[in-house]
């Protein structure tokens, strides 16, 4: 109260007076409010700000936090959320970065998704993971790579597709490169993801896209490298798997032939 007043005067929005005899009203603490003004209702202490919200001193009502930022109950200041989190406006704690994003700056109002060929299966994190070799991601906010099916290959880190093994080699599931096929196999374009045995009657070299008929006056087995050449008294047309002897009343006395003399 005022010296020489005959009444005393109510504190004003912002102010409490918590004991009597005051001189003075005293100004809300940080993080507290007072919100009845003068002539109206004077109050004996302030009022926590409730979470979400938060005040200076001296304030009448609380200030709802803002976005990218948190205010637990009580608070003075907003606080910004920390890498790998994120909030709307009014929360009282921010919250953490969903599967599949993640946020590498402080005070950020949401999370930016994975792009493709980066993944992340956690929450809160500051930022996505590269896809290894073997792997690829097609898609934005992916929550893991997928493994390259057999037949293709990601030589690169953080693929966003897999490539198909050239004609003449493959490779196994999540492979980082292709095989080249071995002599007497082979693998055409666009194989599943083997390399086949050459069929009886044929053969090749490694890293062949198909397989060559065996030539004439000699034996081609399932698998062959090389094609075997036919002894004297026997012949094969090309194609042959296997050599077949002169009949009777003919002969061949020179080797790899497809006849016999009479």
Same mark, same amino acid.
């Given at each position: 109260?005022?010296?020489?007043?005959?009444?005393?005067?109510?504190?004003?929005?912002?102010?409490?007076?918590?004991?009597?005899?005051?001189?003075?009203?005293?100004?809300?603490?940080?993080?507290?409010?007072?919100?009845?003004?003068?002539?109206?209702?004077?109050?004996?202490?302030?009022?926590?700000?409730?979470?979400?919200?938060?005040?200076?001193?001296?304030?009448?009502?609380?200030?709802?936090?803002?976005?990218?930022?948190?205010?637990?109950?009580?608070?003075?200041?907003?606080?910004?959320?920390?890498?790998?989190?994120?909030?709307?406006?009014?929360?009282?704690?921010?919250?953490?970065?969903?599967?599949?994003?993640?946020?590498?700056?402080?005070?950020?109002?949401?999370?930016?998704?994975?792009?493709?060929?980066?993944?992340?299966?956690?929450?809160?994190?500051?930022?996505?993971?590269?896809?290894?070799?073997?792997?690829?991601?097609?898609?934005?906010?992916?929550?893991?790579?997928?493994?390259?099916?057999?037949?293709?290959?990601?030589?690169?880190?953080?693929?966003?597709? %897999?490539?198909? *093994? =050239?004609? /003449?080699?493959? !490779?196994?599931? #999540?492979?980082?490169? @292709?095989?080249? $096929?071995? +002599? &007497?196999?082979?693998?055409?374009?666009?194989?599943?993801?083997? %390399?086949?045995? *050459? =069929?009886? /009657?044929?053969? !090749?070299?490694? #890293?062949?896209?198909? @397989?060559?008929? $065996?030539? +004439? &006056?000699?034996?081609?087995?399932?698998?062959?490298?090389?094609?075997?050449?036919?002894? =004297?008294?026997?012949?094969?047309?090309?194609?042959?798997?296997?050599?077949?002897?002169?009949?009777?009343?003919?002969?061949?006395?020179?080797?790899?032939?497809?006849?016999?003399?009479?």
């Amino acid at each position: 109260s005022n010296s020489g007043a005959s009444e005393c005067t109510w504190c004003q929005e912002g102010k409490y007076a918590a004991k009597e005899g005051s001189a003075s009203c005293i100004q809300c603490d940080a993080g507290k409010y007072q919100p009845y003004a003068e002539g109206e209702k004077g109050s004996t202490s302030c009022t926590v700000c409730a979470a979400g919200s938060y005040s200076s001193r001296g304030a009448a009502t609380c200030t709802k936090c803002p976005a990218g930022s948190e205010c637990p109950e009580g608070s003075s200041n907003p606080t910004p959320c920390s890498k790998g989190t994120f909030s709307v406006a009014g929360l009282s704690k921010c919250m953490p970065c969903r599967p599949g994003s993640s946020q590498n700056t402080v005070g950020q109002t949401s999370c930016n998704l994975c792009v493709p060929g980066y993944a992340q299966d956690g929450k809160g994190a500051y930022e996505c993971e590269k896809c290894e070799e073997g792997q690829y991601s097609d898609q934005y906010g992916a929550k893991s790579c997928s493994t390259c099916a057999a037949g293709k290959y990601s030589s690169d880190e953080a693929a966003s597709t %897999c490539k198909t *093994c =050239p004609a /003449g080699s493959s !490779s196994g599931v #999540g492979a980082a490169g @292709c095989g080249e $096929c071995k +002599a &007497g196999s082979y693998a055409d374009a666009g194989h599943p993801h083997d %390399c086949h045995v *050459c =069929p009886v /009657g044929t053969f !090749s070299a490694a #890293g062949a896209s198909a @397989c060559a008929t $065996c030539p +004439a &006056g000699h034996r081609c087995a399932a698998g062959t490298v090389s094609p075997i050449a036919c002894e =004297p008294g026997s012949m094969a047309a090309a194609g042959s798997s296997t050599c077949t002897s002169c009949p009777k009343g003919r002969y061949q006395k020179a080797r790899k032939r497809d006849y016999c003399d009479k």
